[in-house]
């Protein structure tokens, strides 16, 4: 081929990649999963018909957890995402008319849950988790909108955000859309159960469990070869939880279902991102869906009636010195609440013996939390905790390395391996 030649084939190859760049830019192959009968608004009756399930809907899928500021007005907005290339907030969707959702119709709503975009053809940033909510029926979808609409109208306007050059350009999402999201939504596995199917939608429609629970790959989406198996989320790991994951905690089925009620259990307390699931969120679920959604996880048709919780692992040999050092700081500093045989004090503290964050492949969550403690929280059922102290000042990367391996070892049945430099480094991270 003569240079001429080669430098043809080039141009057209550069001009047919831009072309294709552009179309997938301005949404060509974007596809929407909405209906198009969401374009016939509701009757004020149907509106008030779907407002009560709506609020159900809107609780099980946690809208209000992100859509509310730290002592922010309600469904106002405000709450900051700190992303690596800036910080995003969260949009106002109350129904006030200038700032908040009142003027948006039925089908630009079902549009932005289910597609990402908003009003106007305005992508949103997939920290609003539409990759999950796609999945959400057209039923659920106008719910929550006729149960959002029945809100106080609140006029704080949005904040804006801070993104630096090309993440600022919300028409590019349509690249990231193309690549994670799925293009026809699933509907019921026939050869499963009616309880398995609502479970799979409570755990990935509404609950969104994958979004911080299923680590992301390179484009940034949910990777669906590792579904559940757990990811590092604001410091802390959300744990796998499909069932392999959550038997090693020492889950069954039926402590599950409780546990994300009440979020207390032998296995410990919810803590950090996923207290607020569950006091937002999952304590509100009927028993049927709490059910079903335990279900899902271990997959099973139906729900046994009685707990069956696997066995405690067996405890792993630690070198002596170190089990005797290790022994004096837990007795020293932790056995005042946890009690000596790490068996808890009821409406104190929780156990450790039985404790989940032991048992897991990773040392992270426990070593985060008794470095920075937990504040005060209050449970469902009038159940309190008292805040835990945090220990980084007490306890240097030695020591507290050597705690969690024998506390690992001990309870949690894994290898005493913690590092201090593996400490170190979590003592680092702000909080
Ligand atoms: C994990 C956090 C999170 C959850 C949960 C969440 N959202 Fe969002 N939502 C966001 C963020 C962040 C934005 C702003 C995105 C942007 O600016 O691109 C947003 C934007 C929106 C918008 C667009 C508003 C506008 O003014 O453009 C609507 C509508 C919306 N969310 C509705 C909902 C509903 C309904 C639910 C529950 C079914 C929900 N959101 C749950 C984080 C969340
Ligand atoms: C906002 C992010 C987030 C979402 C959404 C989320 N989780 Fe979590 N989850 C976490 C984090 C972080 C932890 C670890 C914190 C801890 O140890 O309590 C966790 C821990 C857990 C645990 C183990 C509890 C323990 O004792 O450590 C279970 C079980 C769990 N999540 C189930 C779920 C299910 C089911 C859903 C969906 C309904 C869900 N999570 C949604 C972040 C999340
Ligand atoms: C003043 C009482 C107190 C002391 C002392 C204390 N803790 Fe705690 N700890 C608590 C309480 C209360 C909780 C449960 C908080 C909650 O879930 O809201 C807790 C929870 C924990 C958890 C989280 C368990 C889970 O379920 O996620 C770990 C890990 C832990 N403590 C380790 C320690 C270690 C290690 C020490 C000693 C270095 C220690 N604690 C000393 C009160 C205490």
């Known amino acids: 081929m003569t240079l001429r030649r080669i430098l043809q084939v080039l141009a057209v190859l550069v001009v047919l990649g831009g072309l294709a760049a552009a179309s997938i830019f301005f949404g060509a192959f974007e596809k929407s999963v909405v209906a198009s009968s969401v374009d016939t608004p509701l009757s004020a009756d149907e509106m008030k018909r779907l407002a009560a399930r709506g609020a159900y809907v809107a609780k099980a899928a946690d809208c209000y957890a992100c859509h509310t500021a730290k002592d922010g007005a309600p469904w106002a907005g405000g709450l900051p995402f700190d992303l690596p290339f800036g910080t995003i907030f969260s949009t106002n969707i109350s129904p006030d008319r200038q700032v908040g959702i009142g003027a948006w119709t039925r089908a630009e709503f079902h549009r932005a849950v289910r597609d990402g975009v908003g009003k106007g053809g305005r992508h949103l940033y997939p920290a609003m988790p539409y990759a999950s909510y796609r999945m959400m029926t057209s039923a659920d979808v ?49 050869a499963r159960s009616a309880a398995w199917n609502r479970g799979r939608y409570v755990v990935d429609a509404l609950g969104h469990c994958g979004e911080c629970h299923t680590p992301r790959n390179l484009a940034q989406g949910m990777d669906a070869s590792a579904y559940l198996r757990g990811a590092v989320i604001e410091g802390v790991e959300a744990p796998d939880i499909t069932k392999a994951g959550l038997q090693a905690m020492g889950f069954d089925p039926v402590t599950l279902a409780r546990f994300m009620k009440s979020g207390l259990s032998a296995q410990g307390g919810m803590t950090g991102p996923m207290f607020d699931v569950v006091h937002l969120s999952t304590q509100y679920l009927s028993e049927d869906d709490l059910k079903a959604m335990s279900a899902y996880l271990f997959d099973l048709d ?60 990773s040392a992270r969550n426990f070593i985060h939390t008794t470095l920075h403690g937990i504040p005060a929280q209050s449970f469902p059922g009038l159940e309190r905790m008292q805040p835990m102290p945090g220990f980084a000042d007490k306890l240097d990367d030695k020591t507290l390395a050597d705690l969690a391996s024998w506390m690992r070892a001990q309870w949690g049945g894994r290898p005493p391996d913690v590092s201090p430099t593996e400490v170190s480094a979590l003592r680092r991270r702000a909080h």
Do not use: K
Request: include cysteine; charge should be neutral; hydrophobic fraction near 40%.
């Open 142 to 190: 106008d719910a929550v909108y006729a149960y959002l609409m029945t809100r106080e109208p609140i006029a704080v306007p949005n904040r804006n955000n801070t993104l630096g050059f090309p993440f600022n350009i919300r028409q590019s999402l349509t690249f990231w859309n193309l690549v994670n999201l799925p293009r026809e939504v699933d509907g019921d596995n026939p």
């Open 302 to 361: 139906a729900v046994p009636d009685v707990a069956t919780p696997p066995p405690a692992p067996p405890p792993v040999a630690v070198p002596p010195v170190l089990a005797a050092s290790a022994r004096a700081t837990y007795l020293d500093l932790c056995s005042g609440c946890h009690g000596v045989t790490g068996q808890g004090i009821p409406h104190v503290a929780v156990p450790l013996a039985t404790n989940a964050s032991l048992r897991l492949n």
